[in-house]
């Protein structure tokens, strides 16, 4: 049996606990596995005398992480801090510059420096190792890097974060308004007290750039996601969803265009068909497109301590085993600049809810301007027709569902409409993600 | 850039052609991603003179794929030859005698010399990788073996085999016949002349045992599997599920349970909430539960050329970064002996289709015998009840589904009310697959 492989933990939260648990629970399993003995040699974390339910009597304790990282004691570094900046950083930067190799959990890190870390890790043969940073227990790092290598990936996309599916799940199921969604969500504690970050689209994104690096061998560019949230959903969408068969999802979507690569997070219309809109509650998926394994779809829980350990553990098995890819596929050096795809050149179809008075010409007005800009429309539907003793002019919901078109032409088409005075409020637009 | 390395190609089908062409189409992007060229240098095939439509000019041609297995011009054989003797086992035997890594799509030549097969690579120092031979394109062999390597899994199980799927998918969408649909399958291509293979379920178990031995650390068991194919299922039987909830499906299932490893191939009632449900026609999908992730379901194709190439040449990729992964996740001496668990012991609930007397007591007697065998019943079904015109006593259709018991109460208690005289013909049995 070779070397035994030296782990210290930085972070001991629900998943650092975990993944010391899953450390111990499957010692005999990972040496089976990997030929070596991995052993946790030391800890840091910020309450030395927290009961977390572990046994660290064989680890030596850190109050500094970045002196965990940097001692000889160890020859793995997992970062769990969490974090931009900070501890969380320091200490991954230490760790790769003694040559150390490093699995981390921490989007927010990956996003903001992922392509300088790379590039060191790759200075100093350390392997850096990040799949639990995305959609928890999903594979869908090593399925980007390794299981697809052969394909020219078109398309990524995904749910990818729970809170917001766990609330647009609660608003079609109990028929509850999106504010008392997330109320009971932060009940649960699904949600954070705030709650900006995950219904803000903002944690999606940075799981998307991370992606679509990985997917398209682009440096990681987080900057250049254009970013939509979930508070602006209500349940008339949801409703007027159903009944033309979609489901919305908050979705980060990168793709391949001839523009560059379009990276968009936002509330998106997805047929109820396929696999993504069978996605419920706090669970994550990805599904890819690509030339020759065509749709390939990964589900499972994208949160959780059992779960991110589960990834954390995968990554450390595969570095005792020796492994070492290229962080983000490619050589850094060999990763290309991702530059923003204006959204205004998106290409697809759309939902628009207008609330339109109920007056001869007003449906006319609406056609009119749409063909002005070239958009054809797939269908039209009538919501909350006029009932007795609801005045004439009182207005209702109309729902258009485009053919493919530009984001400029319908942007420019509803300006247009909200200028005549056709609508009295800005219309609610959803893109519709093709299959 | 290390050593170029060198790929010889035995079997120019559909999959070897692919192969071939992803091979050149991604030549470049393989480099990159692997620090090495990879070039096909020879290929044996059938029918040298064949027009494929792709290129094969810098490729030596060999006669016989053994010569080309044991040729001092390549590093690594690809074997898509498929049978599990012959050809296939001899050149796949003499590359790896050589000390040629092995990369193969073939799960007959797996699920018969699996464990011989892998204590050779071994012995050789040599990679033997099959992420082909299951679930074409979706990467369930690389999930198991390193995505999921800290978790203890409980079960795995899935939609194997794109002809079933497509023919019960088919059966309850067009309300089809069995053998209509099959007929159709044969004209489209999707079932071959002779069908037993596909539809007895004969080549679901041969997939299932390879995911039993990754799963468990078990060997490759193809003999310990229980099978029964899709020939007997009724559109009465679909339009029931439908009912009560459920969709049929073909599963392939091996599951931890305390006799050992239970494996087993059959139709099965899954709810239709759950992934495995959706999944229809052609597709593949497979699900696992384990202690730390849970449950995680990858959907994707399950056959056809560039898909299955999509999964060799990610092997060929992962060899080619210097990747040897013990086969079956463990070295071969510690793979633990996979006995037969009896079916008898399955537990579980039942779907019981029955054909009853429509006089008074039959009820109670069917009752009475599953009492003694002390099976409850979570819900009765009547079907096609008494029509004008129609004899008092013509039978009706009787679902019965029960709580968890097992397979032998069941049989016991069928058999007693078949004896008794209660029913006039055997009863419809299909066992229901818990969440």
Known sequence: MADILRVGVAGLGTVGASVVRLLQRQREALAARTGREIRLVGVSSRDKAKDRGVDLSGAAFFDDPAALAASQSIDLFVELIGGAEGAARKSVETALAHGRSVVTANKALLAAHGAELAALAEEKHAALAFE???????????????????????????????????????????????????????????????????????????????????????????????????????????DAAAELGFRIKLLGVAQRTAQGIEQRVHPTMVRKTTSIAQVMGVTNAVTIDADAVHELTLVGPGAGGDATASAVVADIADIARGVRSAPFGLPSASLRPCERTPVQRHEGGYYIRLSVPDVPGAFAAIATRMAERKISLESIMQHGARAAGRSAEAPVGVILITHATTELMVREALDAILADGTIAEPAQVIRIERE
Chains 1, 2 share one sequence.
């Open 132 to 238: 639990a940073s995305v959609a928890g227990g999903i594979p869908i790092v090593k399925t980007l890097r390794e299981g697809l290598a052969g394909n020219s990936i078109e398309r990524v996309y995904g749910v990818l974060n729970g809170t917001c599916n766990y609330i647009l799940s609660r608003m079609e199921l109990e028929r509850l308004s999106f504010s008392d969604c997330l109320t009971e969500a932060q009940r649960l504690g699904y949600a954070e007290a705030d709650p900006t970050f995950d219904i803000g689209g903002f944690d999606t994104a940075h799981k998307l750039a991370i992606l679509a690096s990985l997917a398209f061998g682009t440096r990681i560019a987080p900057e250049a996601v254009d970013i939509e949230g979930i508070e602006h959903v209500t349940l008339a969408d949801i």
